[in-house]
T-cell receptor, first 112, second 114 residues
């Protein structure tokens, strides 16, 4: 049973560029959440998708956007990258957002 | 919004001793409290969780207690082993139809010395 898979695992981008990160939820899960984890800190909630709609959003600027597809997979897009966007981006899935979130291994984004 | 504080930030224990990590939350509507273990370079893994209708939950060497009145919850690890060394995160969430984000504490780095 595949868990949550994320791609790519590592990414280096230049300031001002745009990036797309991808996530496939655990089999049987339909809710996908994205988190940003800076080095040495706890994950910070970006947003959550359910039934292809953004259901809740954290304190992140509009440069951060997302999408959920009919097969429940999801993308996180970040525009106009800043140095401060360098972090580990984690995707977590659950069934109808009922807790028991399973995290992926994350995408390490470095902005130079 | 919800705020979760976690203490201590680092914890060093001798193998076989117990470890206790404490978290406080601000929103009394929070009703779901998971704990995650994150080893270096790896994904956070759910190790135990508790809902607000339960005061205590145990799974082998790990237990979590919840005090809703005081708005704090704790993780207890007994008979610690070197493989328990990792960063532990507590989190709080309000489960509702409009979405349920996890708000994490800052983490506790646990080192179990053999």
């Amino acid at each position: 049973d595949a868990g949550v898979t994320q791609s790519p695992t590592h990414l280096i981008k230049t300031r001002g560029q745009q990036v797309t990160l991808r996530c496939s939820p655990k089999s049987g899960h339909d809710t996908v959440s994205w988190y940003q984890q800076a080095l040495g800190q706890g994950p910070q909630f970006i947003f959550q998708y359910y039934e292809e709609e953004e259901r809740q959003r954290g304190n992140f600027p509009d440069r951060f956007s997302g999408h959920q597809f009919p097969n429940y997979s999801s993308e996180l897009n970040v525009n106009a990258l800043l140095l401060g966007d360098s972090a580990l981006y984690l995707c977590a899935s659950s069934f109808q957002g009922a807790g028991g979130y399973t995290f992926g291994s994350g995408t390490r984004l470095t902005v130079v | 919004g919800e705020n979760v504080e976690q203490h201590p930030s680092t914890l060093s224990v001798q193998e076989g001793d117990s470890a206790v990590i404490k978290c406080t939350y601000s929103d009394s509507a929070s009703n779901y409290f998971p704990w995650y273990k994150q080893e270096l370079g790896k994904r956070p893994q759910l190790i135990i969780d508790i809902r607000s209708n339960v005061g205590e939950k145990k799974d082998q060497r790990i237990a979590v207690t919840l005090n809703k009145t005081a708005k704090h919850f704790s993780l207890h690890i007994t008979e610690t082993q070197p493989e328990d060394s990792a960063v532990y995160f507590c989190a709080a969430s309000i489960s509702r139809a409009a979405g349920n984000k996890l708000t994490f504490g800052g983490g506790t780095r646990v080192l179990v010395k053999p």
